[in-house]
């Protein structure tokens, strides 16, 4: 049945891809003519890399405490991805385009179970020990 209705579903696909001047986001130009910026701190804590996803089973990992992370390098791989090196010395995210198309088109809905999964687990956007001057440190 699945098969059936995957004939029906029409996935977009990427037209252009550039970096920002700031290399803090990504601009890609899916084939409808939507323009969709991507930040380097969310194309980072999406990372498709092994390390980011070697939990132990069952538990959730998900990258963090990236705000400020700038985008580095962006190399194609083939027809099907790009390879992003960002500042913070991560060089193994090989992003598919199916990837960055669903990170582009679902960027709000993800964005906001991201933050949710932050405060429910104490975390933060900010990079380690760089906290906001209102958070309380604890001994």
């Known amino acids: 049945r699945l098969l059936m209705l995957?004939?029906?579903?029409?996935?977009?696909?990427?037209t252009d891809l550039r970096v920002e001047k700031t290399r803090k986001y990504?601009?890609?130009?899916?084939d409808n003519g939507k323009k969709c910026p991507l930040s380097a701190e969310w194309l980072r804590v999406n990372t498709p890399s092994?390390?980011?996803h070697s939990a132990p089973e069952g538990a959730p990992q998900r990258v963090f405490?990236?705000?400020?992370?700038l985008i580095q390098n962006v190399a194609p791989v083939g027809n099907y991805a790009v390879s992003i090196s960002f500042t913070d010395k991560h060089t193994t995210g090989v992003y598919s385009v199916a990837l960055l198309e669903?990170?582009?088109?679902n960027k709000y809905q993800l964005m906001r179970e991201?933050?949710?999964?932050?405060?429910?687990?104490?975390?933060?956007?900010?990079?380690r020990g760089k906290l906001k001057p209102s958070t309380p440190v604890t001994k």
Not at 6 to 14: D, E
Not at 65 to 69: A, D, F, I, P, T
């Open 26 to 30: 990504v601009l890609i130009t899916l």
């Open 114 to 127: 991201y933050c949710k999964y932050l405060k429910e687990n104490k975390l933060s956007r900010a990079p």
């Open 6 to 14: 995957s004939r029906f579903v029409r996935c977009l696909s990427i």
């Open 50 to 52: 092994a390390e980011a």
């Open 102 to 105: 669903h990170l582009a088109v």
């Open 65 to 69: 405490g990236k705000k400020g992370v």
